[in-house]
């Protein structure tokens, strides 16, 4: 696979000619494979149907089909075919049908060795780097369980018999679940070398002697720091190679730390994606902030406890947010960043941990739901870009004590706002309010407006209007006089439906319901 040899064929009518051309070629360099002999183009197509050539090298003027014909079908049939004339003949004409044909070059016999050789290297880079391509976009297929387009199906089942080494490697820290990145377990491999791997001389690595393989390719993740290098038939086993890896990246990159997880064992091509799958699982479940590792499977998962918070954990962090004690929540949040850097917990874990705790904080402070992105998004940031956990833990507590700090505290003229809002919508409850309106109003935010409102009154604004608007149904219900869609219009619903629902969902009753019951 290394070498990636050449594959020609001779297509000549005058046995002589064709012995001589095929002389010439070989004598190029062993790379170039004569694979058969035909003379005529009739011929020349049965072996290529058979055995397909990276490079033809035919004749013009032969008997049944002519080299015209045949570089035409060529041309149609066999894209990836590079075809060369042959012949005796500078006729101009000749020339200028071949070129419609994409013919690479037109040789008058006899052929000069200096030419066919310049000719024939020409060829093979370009040959080379195409195969080349061609493998990658295969494996990538196959890495991600993606369906293979037409002209990749012949590569995959010539690789279905290549055995493969795979090394997951990530440098620094896991992106799982910032808006700037995919989740790491749901992200695929993507086409490029990614910066961070541009000095890295992996040529060098692979021309080692105890690394030599026939063959290698680097499929860096979206999230850019974490890539696959896959090789083929390794001349050691994996974990004899996945050090020396290991130890060459740490010392070529500029990172904090390097982790490494491989398998032990060679898999074939079929079972590609799904090794790289158990890679990607461990590494998930692995990475440590601050801690370089060298894993290598199978083996077993580490042993964690249910990623949650503890009772007595929500507990007090509840009560330093209600009593709106900022240092008090600081210290029990770094007790727990210290907890984590001594055990020490993966990078995931301590992400779920903290998903709750932000959770928690919403809830807690009322929290809208862009202030709770600008929140969400800090504290992951911080975790992806920061290599030391208890550094990450002071950043994290002191953001998140200043959010208590600014929700604890209502401005007596807001508190005024809320009162003046309050008795508006007790006035006003039976009119078509909305929040928008509302907020427009009093020149607030409207998700400002709500969690101010909800905090400082115990509820919404809507459940408020909802609220008032029930208990005056509940009135307006004795009155036999009034239908229920009279009622509901009363109260400054957008229609009955909706006020006969919102009416069940309160009362577990329907008006006619409470109506004949009353």
């Known amino acids: 696979m290394k070498n990636y040899p050449i594959k020609v064929l001779v297509v000549e009518d005058e046995n002589l000619l064709l012995k001589n051309i095929q002389k010439k070629i070989s004598a190029v360099s062993p790379d170039f494979q004569i694979i058969g002999e035909a003379y005529n183009g009739k011929e020349a197509l049965e072996i290529i149907r058979d055995n397909p050539p990276d490079i033809v090298f035919t004749d013009i003027r032969m008997p049944i089909m002519d080299g015209l014909e045949l570089a035409r079908i060529l041309y149609e049939e066999y894209p990836d075919i590079s075809t060369v004339i042959v012949s005796g003949y500078d006729d101009f004409e000749y020339a200028r049908t071949v070129l419609t044909y994409r013919v690479k070059d037109y040789l008058l016999k006899p052929l000069q060795p200096e030419q066919l050789k310049s000719i024939l290297f020409s060829l093979k880079d370009a040959i080379v780097e195409k195969k080349k391509a061609d493998i990658c976009r295969t494996l990538r297929h196959q890495l991600n369980a993606e369906e293979f387009p037409p002209e990749l199906l012949k590569i995959s089942r010539t690789l279905s018999q290549t055995s493969f080494s795979l090394f997951l490697v990530c440098l620094d820290n896991l992106y799982l679940r910032s ?262 109003k009093y020149h607030f935010n409207h998700s400002y407006l709500t969690r101010i409102f909800k905090k400082q009154k115990g509820q919404s604004p809507l459940k408020l209007i909802n609220s008032l608007r029930i208990e005056d149904a509940k009135e307006l219900l004795l009155n036999p006089e009034l239908s229920v869609r009279e009622i509901s219009e009363m109260l400054g619903f957008s229609d009955q439906h909706y006020f006969s629902r919102s009416f069940k969902n309160s009362t577990g009753l329907s008006p006619n319901e409470y109506r004949n019951i009353k």
């Open 179 to 440: 808006q700037k990145h995919k989740h790491f377990s749901e992200s695929g491999i993507c086409s490029g070398m990614p910066d961070s791997l541009t000095r890295f001389s992996w040529d060098s690595l692979v021309s080692n002697t105890e690394f030599a393989c026939s063959g290698y390719w680097i499929f860096p993740f979206e999230s850019r720091n974490i890539f696959l290098l896959v090789t083929a038939e390794l001349s050691r086993p994996p974990e004899c190679t996945a050090p020396l890896i290991f130890q060459n990246i740490q010392k070529s990159q500029h990172t904090s730390t390097v982790n490494l997880v491989y398998d032990k064992n060679d898999v074939t091509f079929a079972q590609l994606h799904h090794s790289l799958q158990s890679l990607k699982n461990r590494m998930l479940s692995s990475l440590v902030i601050g801690k370089s590792s060298l894993i290598a499977l199978p083996a077993e998962d580490p042993v964690l406890p249910p990623a949650i918070l503890s009772k007595v954990s929500v507990s007090y962090i509840h009560t330093m947010i209600s009593s709106n004690n900022t240092a008090g929540f600081k210290t029990a949040l770094l007790q727990l960043f210290e907890e984590w850097k001594e055990i020490p917990y993966p990078q995931a874990w301590v992400e779920k941990v903290l998903l709750q705790l932000l959770n928690m904080l919403q809830q807690d402070l009322y929290i809208s739901d862009e202030d709770y992105e600008k929140m969400y998004l800090y504290v992951f940031d911080i975790l992806e870009t920061q290599n030391d956990l208890l550094a990450s833990g002071e950043m994290i507590a002191s953001e998140l004590a200043r959010w208590i700090a600014l929700t604890s505290v209502i401005p007596t003229d807001i508190e005024v706002t809320i009162e003046e809002l309050d008795a508006y919508i007790r006035l006003h409850y039976r009119e078509n309010l909305n929040l928008t309106d509302l907020a427009d």
